[in-house]
């Protein structure tokens, strides 16, 4: 197995901050914007945004987590039964914008899954996809990410592996995978 470095922890910082002010610019006021984090991995992403936009803006923001396992479309045809994880929204999202946020956008289908998910906690204004990798050339469905940390060319042999410190890793890294 090879590894190939995408980001390094200055680079990812710097990226963080990118999406941010993208984000700002779209969203002066978040009083009707709200962050949910797709579990399991989608969620530290979520809390880093979450931090950093409610220090840009001083405001309180709504930060929730979503498990998507129950509503995908391959649920019951996995060889291993998935393990769903919480989902964690104590807010209403009816008429709210949702920024949705994962770590890697693939073929899609966990957001069309979380978009249905989504409307147990009411219907949305507007949701906007943030990712930190977008593996192009790979979807499934028509699903395209609104705010992009970084555009990578990958192969289906390939995987994108996100080692955050806040999942417990010694520094944050985000490294491209040949399976061999």
Wanted: with cysteine; charged share 30%.
């Amino acid at each position: 197995m090879r590894k190939k470095l995408i980001f390094d922890s200055d680079l990812l910082t710097i990226t963080l901050q990118r999406l941010c002010h993208q984000i700002l610019e779209n969203h002066p006021n978040f009083s009707e914007t709200v962050i949910v984090g797709l579990q399991p991995r989608g969620i530290y992403l979520a809390q880093l945004l979450h931090a950093q936009l409610e220090q840009f803006t001083r405001q309180k923001i709504d930060l929730g987590f979503l498990d998507v396992t129950f509503h995908r479309d391959d649920y019951r045809r996995r060889e291993v039964v998935a393990r769903a994880s919480e989902t964690k929204i104590d807010f209403l999202i009816e008429g709210k914008n949702v920024l949705l946020v994962d770590d890697v956008l693939y073929t899609g289908r966990t957001v069309r899954a979380a978009l249905d998910a989504m409307l147990a906690f009411g219907r949305p204004a507007k949701v906007e996809l943030v990712v930190l990798v977008d593996r192009k050339y790979t979807r499934d469905l028509p699903i395209e990410a609104n705010y992009v940390g970084k555009f990578v060319n990958t192969l289906e042999s390939q995987r994108v592996l996100v080692e955050l410190e806040s999942q417990g890793a010694e520094n944050n890294k985000i490294w491209l995978i040949n399976k061999e």
